[in-house]
């Protein structure tokens, strides 16, 4: 199911499929939304950004601190377990998808957290306005969606360009950490991420080692199980 058709013409590296939602997550995500949803102006469409709209993260956790973004969060285990190891530290989960973001808000709930908000938001808005410039210490897009149909490629989030999106809101020094199941994909990144003048490589060798920070996801062990190898990459910002 896709979003209503609207005048966006922005990049979109993303379709919203629908799906049954339990009672449970319907009453999560209205109950819980107003603790950790960032809800700001739209622009055209419903996953939008308007383009005055700022997400400041001083005022939105009330400290300075550092600050992780995760892209397409899924259910929320990896930036669950992150805020919950890393208390010290704030991060903000970016995602178009009710059900996974209902999961993050109930699962946060749970574990008491007070260092996560959530995005409802098309991914490059959100690093191409509303954070402001060298605001994010380090961005993350674990498995994101390889649109493995040759004819769906040009879909794909990284891609020639990304480069500067993605290092306008990453301060000087800061990492963007991927990793992909899909070889052809990690293969792309890479290509990308190496010309790309904002980035240089954090990592030595072919591909750099699984990031111990993400915990072994049902996704992440699926992709295993059919024989596929889960590759990473690191990239620092390069000193403006």
């Not at 799906?19 to 995500?29: M, Y």
């Not at 383009?51 to 669950?80: C, K, N, S, Y």
């Not at 957290?113 to 410039?133: D, F, H, K, S």
């Not at 060798?205 to 190898?229: H, I, N, Q, S, V």
């Amino acid at each position: 199911m896709t979003e209503p058709a609207t005048r966006r013409t922005g990049p979109l590296s993303f379709v919203r499929r629908g799906g049954r939602r339990s009672a449970g997550l319907e009453g999560a995500g209205r109950e819980l939304a107003p603790t950790y949803v960032f809800d700001g102006p739209r622009d055209v469409a419903e996953t939008s950004v308007h383009p005055d709209a700022r997400f400041v993260p001083q005022q939105e956790f009330g400290r300075v601190a550092p600050l992780v973004v995760e892209i397409g969060t899924g259910q929320g285990h990896a930036i669950i377990h992150a805020a919950t190891e890393h208390p010290e530290t704030d991060f903000l989960a970016v995602e178009v998808y009710h059900g996974g973001l209902a999961r993050t808000m109930l699962d946060a709930d749970k574990a008491g957290l007070q260092n996560l908000r959530l995005i409802e938001a098309n991914a490059p808005e959100v690093l191409q306005t509303l954070l402001p410039e060298a605001s994010t210490d380090e961005v993350r897009i674990f498995f994101p969606d390889p649109w493995h149909k040759k004819r769906h490629n040009k879909r794909r989030m990284i891609s020639p360009g990304f480069g500067a999106v993605v290092g306008r809101a990453i301060r000087d020094g800061g990492l963007l950490r991927l990793a992909t199941d899909w070889e052809d994909y990690a293969l792309q990144m890479r290509e990308v991420l190496d010309e790309e003048p904002e980035f240089e490589r954090a990592f030595d060798g072919e591909w750099d080692d699984r990031f111990a920070g993400r915990p072994m996801t049902a996704f992440e062990r699926k992709g295993l199980d059919k024989g596929r190898d889960i590759r990473d990459l690191t990239y620092r910002r390069i000193a403006r």
